[in-house]
């Protein structure tokens, strides 16, 4: 295997690990909300649900423009 096959793998399943975060994040936004956590309050419901989209959404998008391979000619 190859330096750069090494390193696309590494950054494959670090993004896979970034949107997982980001998932499990929204997932306790939501226990939260629900009240099946009862000794967090309300309104940390509502961060943890902002900071799990952006987590989820806009962080694996940043990573992949940072790393994207320049064109080859």
Known sequence: MTR???SARSRFFTIGAVRLAGAVTI???VAISYGRIASVPGELAYVLLALGVIE???LPQMLVKRWKSPPTE
């Open 56 to 58: 989820f959404l806009v």
């Open 27 to 29: 997932a306790l936004a």
């Open 4 to 6: 750069e096959d090494r």
